[in-house]
């Protein structure tokens, strides 16, 4: 192996004195921005022995080479200076052209200038949230949420309450006697953040009843929504259901888009819809934040659409996870216990799986990873430590060979610890169909429930 | 001197140990040797044969910590940096090691050990009742081989006791369930045959039982030297002064104790503690008035020479 060259001077490594001096000077909301042990722990998940269903990665091996080549070379050949310049804050008008073709595939037109393109879906919800959160403002979410969501709330000091989900998404019922409470302690949330479609984690979809209802509840209490949309066009069957952006018609909701699990995460492009009075605060946000959203893969999507295949594209996608998602839950059926339970989502990249409540699948992780397997824990979807006996599975990023014998070797570590269970407290199995009809009774989602939205 | 660096490894402490090395090839390179790090894996011997006057193991947890790594070392004729292989696999077996500490007199908290098998095959689950009558509540369970913290869970009650012991059969085919003191946390590193000024760790948010906050900055306090009077200072050095040899520690370690009004209990040795920004080795050294970069070249030193220690 050749050596790194290393620069001259590097900079010694802090010692203990000098973490201290630091410690001082961190801001609070730094707290929320944990390390820890479990970090660690899933930093193991990238040892090229290990099959990942940690991931949440859109499979990008099947773009073709030659097309992504093509377009790169006409944009250095007719564009460089420009592509290589900064560009407007709030993106090229070409790009917000392409932007309204993909939302227009879901039934939704916003005007032009309601869009701004931002750095990854990632960005646009963290500069919704410094748009519209001060210290200690209330931000309502999914139970579970998605992962990414929670450390961006938290750096803005969020106080978030979770709302659980059920089959159909997010429990919309449970959130007027919550705002009721709220508004009784003299508090109003700032904004509702949901991922209606195909959740991250849970693969749920919200209902159109539902969906209509919070639409609704928010244009009544005028109320924020942010609508999180990675997802929509990635569906494996069933009919579409209207984004709340399109119920809305845009007064209360603010919509959130990304490229990155329709062509690219690599490219860093996302976009967020918003009432110009937000959109307006939201660009100063981007502003301050980096200025613009990188010109050059602006100009590689402006190429790609005008290609004209980015729909087949997609349809391409989806057949892939289509079969991919069939083969995780063939084989969760295959190797899973009957105390465990999972969604069976029509589309998207998870699927999310329950397993009795005395395992806690954060140590679980650390008996699968000796097996050379990872999945996320289902505590990193909530803010409470809830969430233990579930993880996250992905079946996006994975051969459907891998994914067989991922769920496989998850399956069998699981297994043992059920049967150690049961040697220790000398129960027997719950037979799998009662387990499903209780379920089913409820309607509930195999979550672990251990208490009140809020609470 | 052209020292190799073993880290990472797969071990589950994979994230501390490249921490921990990251440190040692700075204060390496500014002392003038030359660093060959090695992420070791299936080709260590390999990249051990391309030559190193000496290795300075980095690793944690079960492969580098355990003994492992140190055998391979003493086959290659390398002169390698911590305990020897035979203290290195006692240190890693929390149930091994406090065989050793109770053989030796140290006083070590109550436990029970077993294996996943007890349960299985031989029905220990009907034992239970009578060790949680021996031990009391709260008691600890422990994955016997592991470090940082990972599966250890406390059980306030008999019914949070199978879930405890799930857990830490998560982490190792081997547990201990042993008797809960509460006390001061400490933890007293040992350099050569020379104990360093001894660490308390004051857990900022309250909750004694919430081992993520030992991780982080700001969420436990460690004070060193710690506050102790002259005798408890003396039997708290001596406890862990007593494991070490008991254990066969040679180069260094961390002992980790309790200290209540009975006096000092062992819980535990590390046979390579952390070395990262935040680990309490370094920390013990700064306040012996030694910095890192010397403390590493002790470290060598001790290596090399294991007869002038």
């Known amino acids: 192996m050749s050596e790194t060259p290393q620069p001259p001077h590097r900079r010694a490594h802090a ?106 879906g990632q960005q646009a919800i963290d500069l919704v949230a410094k748009t519209l959160v001060d210290p200690g403002d209330v931000v309502i979410c999914e139970a579970p949420t998605y992962p990414g969501a929670v450390p961006v709330f938290c750096s803005y000091e969020a106080d978030v309450i979770q709302i659980e989900c059920d089959q159909d998404g997010m429990r ?45 509840l928010a244009r009544a209490r005028e109320l924020l929504v942010v609508e999180d949309n990675p997802y929509g066009l990635l569906r494996f069957e069933g009919d579409r259901l209207p984004p709340l952006y399109q119920l809305d018609g845009g007064d209360f909701v603010i919509y959130v888009g990304t490229f990155s699990k329709i062509l690219s995460p690599g490219i860093r492009l996302g976009w967020a819809v918003a009432p110009p009075p937000v959109m307006e605060k939201i660009v100063l946000g981007k502003q301050a934040t980096d200025l613009c959203t990188s010109t050059l893969t602006q100009y590689f999507v402006r190429e790609y659409f005008t290609e004209g295949r980015w729909q087949t594209y997609i349809e391409e996608l989806v057949a892939i996870y289509r079969a991919r998602r069939d083969t995780m839950v063939a084989a969760l059926d295959e190797h899973f216990p009957a105390e465990a339970s999972w969604t069976h989502p029509d589309g998207g990249l998870f ?105 | 001197m052209k020292v190799a660096v073993l880290k990472g490894g797969r071990s589950l402490e994979r994230g501390v140990s490249l921490r921990s090395a990251a440190r040692v090839e700075d204060a390496l390179e500014r002392l003038g040797h030359e660093v060959v790090p090695i992420d070791v894996g299936g080709d260590l011997v390999k990249r051990l044969g391309e030559g190193a006057d000496v290795a300075f193991v980095a690793m944690h947890g ?112 081997r547990i201990l369930l042993e008797r809960f003191v509460e006390g001061r946390e400490l933890a007293v590193s040992v350099l050569g045959d020379e104990a360093l000024p001894v660490v308390e760790a004051i857990p900022e948010s309250g909750d004694r039982y919430d081992f993520e906050a030992r991780y982080q900055i700001g969420r436990t306090r460690f004070v060193c030297p710690a ?52 680990s309490l080795l370094p920390q013990a050294a700064e306040a012996a008035g030694m910095s890192f970069e010397r403390l590493v070249e002790r470290i060598l030193e001790l290596a090399l020479k294991p007869a002038a220690a």
């Not at chain 1, 508004?183 to 700032?190: A, D, S, T, V």
């Not at chain 2, 090691?97 to 070590?108: F, L, Q, V, W, Y």
């Not at chain 2, 002992?255 to 990262?276: F, Q, S, Y």
């Open chain 2, 62 to 173: 079960v492969g580098g910590e355990d003994g492992t790594a140190q055998e391979l070392l003493e086959i290659l004729g390398i002169p390698y940096t911590g305990p020897g292989a035979a203290a290195c696999a006692r240190c890693m077996d929390k149930a091994q090691a406090k065989d050793a500490m109770r053989e030796a007199g140290i006083p070590t908290p109550d436990w029970f050990a077993f294996s996943q098998a007890a349960f299985r095959e031989l029905g220990a689950a009907d034992a239970l009742g009578r060790i949680e009558e021996t031990l009391g509540f709260p008691l600890v369970v422990k994955p016997s081989r592991g470090g940082s913290s990972l599966g250890v869970k406390f059980a306030g009650s008999a019914t949070e006791v199978p879930q405890a012991l799930i857990a830490a059969f998560s982490y190792d085919d």
């Open chain 2, 227 to 278: 506050e102790l009077d002259e005798a408890e200072e003396g039997a708290v050095t001596e406890a862990a002064l007593a494991t070490y040899r008991a254990l066969g520690c040679t180069g260094f370690a961390r002992i980790d104790l309790i200290l209540d009004e009975d006096g000092p209990w062992v819980l535990e040795a590390n046979a390579i503690p952390g070395l990262t920004d935040t």
């Open chain 1, 351 to 455: 699927v999310w799986a329950t397993l009795p409540d005395y395992i806690d699948t954060s140590d679980l992780l650390a008996k699968a990873l000796r097996a050379d397997v990872a999945f996320v824990p289902g505590q990193a979807a909530y803010v409470d430590g809830r969430g233990g006996s579930s993880m996250r599975l992905n079946f996006s990023g994975v051969g459907e060979e891998e994914i067989r014998e991922g769920v496989r070797r998850i399956g069998k570590v699981i297994a043992e610890q059920v049967e150690l269970y049961r040697t220790l407290t000398g129960e027997h199995a719950l037979p799998a169909r009662e387990q499903q009809a209780s379920a089913a009774e409820e309607n509930v989602l195999p979550f672990r429930k251990t208490g009140e939205a809020g609470a």
């Open chain 1, 15 to 120: 010692s203990n004195r000098d973490l201290t001096r630091y410690a001082a000077l961190f801001a609070d909301r730094t707290q929320v921005m944990r390390s820890s042990a479990m970090r660690d722990l899933m930093a193991i998940t990238a040892r090229p022995e290990v099959i990942s269903l940690a991931g949440g990665l859109p499979d990008t091996s099947t773009f073709p080479p030659q097309s992504f080549a093509a377009q790169m070379t006409r944009i250095a050949q007719e564009s460089a200076a420009e592509a290589l310049q900064y560009g407007p804050t709030e993106g090229f008008e070409e790009t917000k052209d392409c932007i309204l073709q993909v939302m227009g595939a879901e039934g939704m037109l916003p005007d032009h200038d309601d869009v701004i393109v931002t750095t990854g």
């Open chain 1, 172 to 216: 919309v019922g449970e959130l007027e006697p919550l705002l009721d409470r709220l508004g009784r302690e003299g508090r109003c949330p700032k904004f509702i953040y949901t991922v209606p479609t195909f959740q991250n984690p849970a693969g749920v979809t919200m209902s159109l009843e539902r969906r209509q209802r919070l639409v609704e």
